[in-house]
T-cell receptor
Framework: SQQGEEDPQALSIQEGENATMNCSYKTSINNLQWYRQNSGRGLVHLILIRSNEREKHSGRLRVTLDTSKKSSSLLITASRAADTASYFCATGRWNTDKLIFGTGTRLQVFP | EAGVTQFPSHSVIEKGQTVTLRCDPISGHDNLYWYRRVMGKEIKFLLHFVKESKQDESGMPNNRFLAERTGGTYSTLKVQPAELEDSGVYFC??????????????FGPGTRLLVL
């Protein structure tokens, strides 16, 4: 099966630092999305970047996409304790609505 | 606007029993999806409804799983009989049907299923 992979699997930082998570995928995509999951909660959509885009910003989030390397990165600037969560990338492909998720990065932000 | 809701939030059953999970999508969303995350693994797609029709059920693991969406509103996912490997978190998501397709899916909180 086709899967995305994130690295690192886990990341611990201090409040105020930046957090960078990476995602790699295997097939041609239509878009790539990042989701956050707080402990025991559902997935919250953060940002979507299309295959013809290279970079996108939303508040403290910055996403890049390199389709030649089949990879994406999520940067959270000036992190806060409330950013502590698991972060997943998910790819959308042409001709199907289903999302292919990565394995996730667990981010811990210490106050 | 109410989000996607799922019931129950947790379920603990014994191997061989039956469990039915329910998902209520966001009102007006024609697309409804089921995903699951087995312990320690990635979130995997199970199936996709457009209104009451199954658009894609390629992710359904076997015939012990039955999904329905009668009337095109809420959906149920029944596991019968449940096996140990069915334990995990079952997520439901919905999205509106728009020209060109809607990429963003709105997820519910999930149902945590434990089969003993």
């Amino acid at each position: 099966s086709q899967q995305g992979e994130e690295d690192p699997q886990a990341l611990s930082i201090q409040e105020g630092e930046n957090a960078t998570m990476n995602c790699s995928y295997k097939t041609s995509i239509n878009n790539l999305q990042w989701y956050r999951q707080n402990s025991g909660r559902g997935l919250v959509h953060l940002i979507l970047i299309r295959s013809n885009e290279r970079e996108k910003h939303s508040g403290r989030l910055r996403v890049t996409l390199d389709t030649s390397k089949k990879s994406s990165s999520l940067l959270i600037t000036a992190s806060r304790a409330a950013d502590t969560a698991s972060y997943f990338c998910a790819t959308g492909r042409w001709n199907t609505d289903k999302l292919i998720f990565g394995t996730g990065t667990r981010l811990q932000v210490f106050p | 606007e109410a989000g996607v809701t799922q019931f129950p939030s947790h379920s603990v059953i014994e191997k061989g029993q039956t469990v039915t999970l329910r998902c209520d999508p966001i009102s007006g969303h024609d697309n409804l999806y089921w995903y699951r995350r087995v312990m320690g693994k990635e979130i995997k797609f199970l199936l996709h409804f457009v209104k009451e029709s199954k658009q894609d059920e390629s992710g359904m693991p076997n015939n012990r799983f039955l999904a329905e969406r009668t009337g095109g509103t809420y959906s149920t996912l029944k596991v019968q009989p449940a096996e140990l490997e069915d334990s995990g978190v079952y997520f439901c998501a919905s999205s509106p049907r728009v020209p060109g397709g809607s990429e963003t899916q709105y997820f519910g909180p999930g149902t945590r299923l434990l089969v003993l």
